[in-house]
């Protein structure tokens, strides 16, 4: 990620606000935003959350603290510099492989294992979206027979995915906005493993007195490429 965020603490003898004013130019802070303040042993912990922060950047900024009497006083002047943006590599689990063949109408087949490893090691990074492409072998009887794609970190749900688009007669596209973001420390890697149903519901019919049960999923011999 490029935006990343900072905390500034500072301690005073007695109760007051805590406002941290900063920006990107020496001298000169567009940006002003009120924190907290906590009681403690050594007197009175101000801690203010500075969001949205570009990385590797230099921010300068003052804090201020004013009593209930109107009693104000602004520290001096100082500056930090935000770490450069991590980056991921993603690359196949080859230790957990799917299976060779899924049978059609099976539930939470594993279709793949993604490795998330971030690359900088100058800080971690977290997943919000993430846009999966399945290629197909041969345009033959194809058609997306997964459905209910969902995305895992061990056993965790992250997000399920929307229809899949078709961008060519042999790739289907899906999109994960997932509802609990993947983090993916500095330096480290996380595995986030696929799981989808082949073909989407079982049909029933009736012949004379019997029910027969049988799966939509077309059949599909082809090897698919995630």
Request: proline fraction near 3%; charge should be negative; aromatic fraction near 10%.
């Amino acid at each position: 990620s490029d935006i990343t965020s900072a905390i500034i603490t500072w301690i005073t003898n007695e109760d007051s606000s805590s406002t941290v004013s900063f920006g990107t130019s020496l001298g000169s802070f567009s940006t002003t935003v009120n924190g907290s303040v906590t009681e403690e042993a050594a007197g009175y912990l101000h801690s203010v959350h500075l969001l949205d922060l570009k990385a590797n950047t230099k921010y300068y900024y003052k804090v201020a603290s004013e009593d209930s009497s109107g009693n104000k006083t602004i520290g001096q002047e100082y500056n930090f510099t935000t770490p450069m943006p991590g980056s991921i590599a993603v690359t196949i689990d080859s230790t957990t492989p799917p299976a060779d063949e899924l049978i059609a109408c099976s539930s939470q087949n594993i279709l793949a294992v993604f490795r998330f490893t971030e690359t900088s090691n100058n800080e971690g990074v977290r997943i919000t979206n993430l846009p999966i492409r399945d290629t197909v072998s041969s345009a033959d009887h194809v058609k997306s027979s997964f459905s209910n794609l969902s995305l895992y970190n061990v056993n965790t749900l992250l997000g399920t995915a929307n229809a899949a688009s078709v961008s060519s007669p042999t790739s289907y596209n899906w999109t994960f906005n997932l509802v609990t973001k993947a983090d993916i420390p500095r330096g480290s890697s996380t595995n986030l493993v696929l799981k989808g149903n082949v073909g989407s519901n079982i049909i029933t019919k009736a012949y004379g007195n019997r029910q027969v049960y049988y799966c939509d999923s077309y059949t599909d011999n082809s090897v698919h490429t995630f």
